[in-house]
Every structure is written in structure tokens, then in C-alpha cells.
């Protein structure tokens, strides 16, 4: 706080993020070159090609959109920073900005209705110098995102819940380490719950990627019975 009672105004430049960014050891100029020279390959097969990034850039940007008290960059702690960065990284392309490792659009959902431990444990895949990624399955083909018309469904067994239904445009659904995912655990009281289901989805019986033209790399999954 300052003497008159504010908060300190943080700054979102690009520089200050780079800057940031590099004392991680991501050089994110050179990030952008190598996503702009894979950009034909990437949209031609709907795959990362490169991959863009270096071994040693894998931590960083793992936990580059990882909130800081789990052990990501100061510097992009709020909405300004975060739409910095991806600009300038769509720039160079926009499909695969989406593609690079991190929490992506799971993270959200896991901030706002988490609890502690639960954060930690979400968290705690992306410290390491392996690519991990995060994916939310919410779309459904008969509902689009209306979460409350979804029909995935979740049972209580002995060996703990099976959820039934279908998803799709899960963004890097397929390659994803962690999904969370939207189920009605109480259809009659349309009671609405957020699992996590780690390791990806090796239960679920993949049937489709759709490569939209805005984001063929993104690698847009859709899958029907998951089960955990």
C-alpha cells in the first residue's frame, strides 16, 4: 500500500513482461519468431510443429499464467499483463498462442471454485521441465456452453464417480494432463459440479478433432464417456 492508502499501480508493458519473463529463462522475442517460422506446418497438420520453444523455455512457460502464490510470474498477475502477452504472442499466431503449455482455459474454474488444497494440488503438475497442459470440457453438441442445459452426468460407485456424456471443443483436449470438466450431479435439482480429472483423458473414448479454421493447432478434441 502507499502512504495515501492505494495500492501500487503494477505495470503491463510488454518490456516489463518480457523482462520478467527472461529472468525465467524465456526469451519471449525469440518465442515469437520460432511460433511465426512453424506457423505453415502448425495449421497444415493441426499439430505443434517445432515445437517453437526451447527444452529450457518448458518451465517457464508452464507457469508463466499460474498465479504467484503457486509459483508463477509476478508480472502477470492480472488480466491487463495476461492480454498483453497473448496479443502479442497471437500476433505471431494466434492458434498457436493458444497451443503453448500451461493451465489455459481449466485454470479459470479451479481459481473460483477450488478450494485451497485443491488449487495446490492443480498447480503443482506445472512446475516441471516436461510440457504440461490444462483443458476445460464444457461445450456439449446439443447445448453449446450452457451450463445449465449440460447432460454429462456423474454416479457414485465403489471405486469412485463415472461421469457420462459427451463434450467437444475441448482446446487441447487430447494433449491435455488435466481436464476439468462440467457434470450435473443432480439432474432433478440440476445441482452443477466441476471434477478434475487428472492424467488427461485416458478413460475417455476419443471421436473427433475439429480443426476450426481459428485455431487448427489448438487441437480441439471431443469425447464421449468419461469415466473416472
Known amino acids: 500500500m502507499t502512504r495515501h492508502g492505494q495500492t501500487p499501480r503494477q505495470t503491463h508493458t510488454l518490456e516489463d513482461i518480457s523482462t520478467a519473463l527472461a529472468e525465467r529463462g524465456l526469451e519471449l522475442e525469440r518465442l515469437a519468431r520460432s511460433m511465426r517460422a512453424v506457423s505453415g506446418d502448425s495449421d497444415a497438420t493441426g499439430q505443434i510443429a517445432g515445437p517453437p520453444w526451447r527444452r529450457e523455455d518448458v518451465r517457464a512457460l508452464n507457469m508463466s499464467l499460474v498465479p504467484a502464490e503457486h509459483g508463477g510470474?509476478?508480472?502477470?498477475?492480472?488480466?491487463?499483463?495476461?492480454?498483453?502477452?497473448?496479443a502479442y504472442l497471437?500476433?505471431?499466431?494466434?492458434?498457436?498462442?493458444?497451443?503453448?503449455p500451461g493451465p489455459g482455459l481449466a485454470m479459470p474454474p479451479v481459481l473460483a471454485l477450488a478450494s485451497a488444497a485443491q488449487r495446490s494440488d492443480f498447480f503443482l503438475r506445472f512446475?516441471?521441465?516436461?510440457?504440461?497442459?490444462?483443458?476445460?470440457a464444457i461445450t456439449e453438441p446439443d447445448c453449446g456452453s450452457d451450463a445449465t442445459a449440460m447432460r454429462t452426468s456423474a454416479r457414485k460407485t465403489d471405486r469412485g464417480w463415472v461421469l457420462n456424456g459427451t463434450k467437444c471443443f475441448i482446446t487441447n483436449g487430447a494433449r491435455a494432463d488435466c481436464v476439468i470438466t462440467l457434470r450435473n450431479c443432480e439432474p432433478a435439482v440440476g445441482a452443477l459440479r466441476y471434477p478434475c480429472i487428472p492424467g488427461g483423458l485416458p478413460h475417455a473414448r476419443l471421436h473427433g478433432l475439429t480443426h476450426r479454421a481459428d485455431g487448427r493447432a489448438a487441437c480441439h478434441a471431443a469425447c464421449r464417456a468419461l469415466v473416472r
Open 73 to 86: 510470474c509476478p508480472a502477470l498477475q492480472c488480466l491487463v499483463a495476461q492480454v498483453t502477452l497473448m
Open 90 to 100: 497471437g500476433e505471431a499466431d494466434a492458434s498457436l498462442a493458444l497451443a503453448l
Open 127 to 136: 512446475g516441471s521441465d516436461t510440457p504440461r497442459w490444462g483443458a476445460f
